[in-house]
């Protein structure tokens, strides 16, 4: 079969690309292994609310048009938002099509399928940064009577065995899910790595408003000082509940979560923590500190001052004198382990030579240059800092898709 571009994957980033291609009249397909929405379906927990508010879903043709625009989506909403774009994108789509390999063909590209094979001149990667967890190798030794678990595989706190639990990771996934288990009555011990902090609300304004409002979710790849941190921050520690509560460590502790440092070691059965969870506390809260005074300059300069409610600072994150260094799973009645360490994407079927050791592709905000014609989306700040976000893939998908164009000439 041939077409002249093949979009690989029907999520937000996919779906996107798409509209954008139609409106450039470029003749595409777009492959999806699952369904549309495939990894909202099934990667996510039962509780999951969209951490960005209704408003801030902005998709290329569709904007929000409900009356709860600082509300939060469940997933069973996220799931139908995105099948109504797909509904409005229309693409040429193919479900239930895995591709199992992309090389190059000529000054092209071949695409192999469950359903055939296509031969196209530009491929678009919107398979997702989210695809496979990154767990830890010390992994390995935890005895196995403990049951280990990562976030995509976690659904509720009924679902666990009874008992203690330690989530590793203290990232937007980590607290929330330490948040839900521990008020399900299991104890939870929290190792807490590097976290972004920040507020669910500052000055009587959502955070993802602040945002938005200053420009700082439109940083450019090409602007920010230290890109390749940039791309490897974690999300903000935060959630989208109805009543806007934080997550953060001190409200995780108050309901009684114990917290420890990063998880270093395993040892017959024994696990050790660093000695870093004061420190990494104490950095987390000087950075929101900083973003604070971002919003707060960017406020004073704007004249919005008055509009909002005055600066505060929220308490430094509690931590106890010692936290302890070690742990011996099964005495502290540690039943289950859910890693929440993060995700990396999949390119185990990509027959290229685009990745770096770590397994990462290669590319100059989402050109993969060293294959002229390929192109990735989706990934944390791929092109701005929004890039992994709903609400960024309209703006990359209409950046890309015009690279594109001039490419095909
Ligand atoms: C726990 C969690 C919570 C999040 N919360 C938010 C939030 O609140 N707000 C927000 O804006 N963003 C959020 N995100 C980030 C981001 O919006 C999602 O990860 C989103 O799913 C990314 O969309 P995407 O289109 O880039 O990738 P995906 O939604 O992962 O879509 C990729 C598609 O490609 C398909 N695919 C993969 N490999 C192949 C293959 N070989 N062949 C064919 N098809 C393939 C997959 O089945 C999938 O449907 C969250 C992410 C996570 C992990």
């Given at each position: 079969m041939r077409t002249t571009v093949v979009v690989i994957g029907a999520g937000q980033a996919g779906l996107a690309m798409s509209w954008w291609l139609a409106e450039r009249s470029i003749d595409h397909v777009v492959l999806e292994?699952?369904?549309?929405a495939n990894t909202w379906r099934?990667?996510?927990?039962?509780s999951l609310t969209l951490l960005t508010p209704n408003w801030q879903s902005r998709l290329p043709g569709q904007g929000y048009e409900g009356d709860d625009p600082d509300g939060f989506r469940t997933m069973t909403e996220t799931v139908e938002f995105i099948e109504r774009y797909a509904t409005l994108v229309a693409p040429p789509l193919r479900t239930?099509?895995?591709?199992?390999s992309v090389r190059r063909a000529g000054d092209g590209y071949q695409v192999a399928t469950q359903q055939g094979t296509w031969q196209c001149r530009a491929v678009v990667l919107a398979a997702g940064a989210f695809n496979m967890a990154q767990v830890p190798a010390l992994s390995a030794e935890i005895p196995p009577d403990i049951a280990q678990l990562t976030t995509a595989r976690y659904r509720n706190p009924?679902?666990?065995?009874?008992g203690g639990v330690m989530v590793v990771g203290a990232a937007a996934s980590g607290a929330q899910i330490a948040e839900e288990i521990q008020r399900s009555g299991r104890p939870v011990t929290l190792a807490v790595g590097e976290h972004v902090r920040a507020p669910r609300m500052y000055r009587g304004r959502d955070v993802q408003w602040w945002m938005d409002a200053t420009g700082l979710n439109d940083e450019r790849y090409d602007q920010v000082e230290n890109l390749r941190r940039a791309r490897a921050l974690s999300s903000f520690q935060i959630a989208g509940h109805v009543d806007r509560r934080n997550i953060d460590l001190n409200a995780l502790t108050a309901l009684g979560v114990a917290l420890v440092g990063r998880l270093a070691a395993v040892r017959e059965g024994k696990v050790q923590f660093s000695g870093s969870l004061r420190n990494l506390c104490e950095l987390a809260d000087l950075k929101q500190n900083r973003l604070l005074n971002t919003f707060d300059e960017w406020a004073a300069a704007h004249g919005v001052g008055d509009e909002v409610d005055p600066p505060h600072r929220p308490e430094p994150t509690r931590v106890v004198a010692s936290p302890p260094l070690g742990l011996d799973l099964r005495r502290a009645g540690i039943r289950t382990i859910v890693w929440a360490t993060g995700f990396r994407p999949d390119?185990?079927?990509?027959?290229?030579?685009?990745?770096?050791p770590k397994g990462n592709i290669r590319h100059d905000g989402g050109v993969v240059t060293e294959a002229p014609g390929l192109y990735v989306m989706g990934?944390?700040?791929?092109?701005?800092?929004?890039?992994?976000?709903i609400d960024g893939v309209g703006d990359d998908a209409r950046d890309l898709s015009a690279h594109l164009a001039s490419h095909l000439g």
């Amino acid at each position: 079969m041939r077409t002249t571009v093949v979009v690989i994957g029907a999520g937000q980033a996919g779906l996107a690309m798409s509209w954008w291609l139609a409106e450039r009249s470029i003749d595409h397909v777009v492959l999806e292994r699952g369904e549309v929405a495939n990894t909202w379906r099934s990667e996510r927990w039962d509780s999951l609310t969209l951490l960005t508010p209704n408003w801030q879903s902005r998709l290329p043709g569709q904007g929000y048009e409900g009356d709860d625009p600082d509300g939060f989506r469940t997933m069973t909403e996220t799931v139908e938002f995105i099948e109504r774009y797909a509904t409005l994108v229309a693409p040429p789509l193919r479900t239930h099509c895995p591709v199992v390999s992309v090389r190059r063909a000529g000054d092209g590209y071949q695409v192999a399928t469950q359903q055939g094979t296509w031969q196209c001149r530009a491929v678009v990667l919107a398979a997702g940064a989210f695809n496979m967890a990154q767990v830890p190798a010390l992994s390995a030794e935890i005895p196995p009577d403990i049951a280990q678990l990562t976030t995509a595989r976690y659904r509720n706190p009924e679902s666990l065995e009874p008992g203690g639990v330690m989530v590793v990771g203290a990232a937007a996934s980590g607290a929330q899910i330490a948040e839900e288990i521990q008020r399900s009555g299991r104890p939870v011990t929290l190792a807490v790595g590097e976290h972004v902090r920040a507020p669910r609300m500052y000055r009587g304004r959502d955070v993802q408003w602040w945002m938005d409002a200053t420009g700082l979710n439109d940083e450019r790849y090409d602007q920010v000082e230290n890109l390749r941190r940039a791309r490897a921050l974690s999300s903000f520690q935060i959630a989208g509940h109805v009543d806007r509560r934080n997550i953060d460590l001190n409200a995780l502790t108050a309901l009684g979560v114990a917290l420890v440092g990063r998880l270093a070691a395993v040892r017959e059965g024994k696990v050790q923590f660093s000695g870093s969870l004061r420190n990494l506390c104490e950095l987390a809260d000087l950075k929101q500190n900083r973003l604070l005074n971002t919003f707060d300059e960017w406020a004073a300069a704007h004249g919005v001052g008055d509009e909002v409610d005055p600066p505060h600072r929220p308490e430094p994150t509690r931590v106890v004198a010692s936290p302890p260094l070690g742990l011996d799973l099964r005495r502290a009645g540690i039943r289950t382990i859910v890693w929440a360490t993060g995700f990396r994407p999949d390119y185990s079927w990509l027959d290229i030579a685009v990745l770096d050791p770590k397994g990462n592709i290669r590319h100059d905000g989402g050109v993969v240059t060293e294959a002229p014609g390929l192109y990735v989306m989706g990934l944390p700040f791929l092109r701005r800092r929004k890039s992994s976000l709903i609400d960024g893939v309209g703006d990359d998908a209409r950046d890309l898709s015009a690279h594109l164009a001039s490419h095909l000439g």
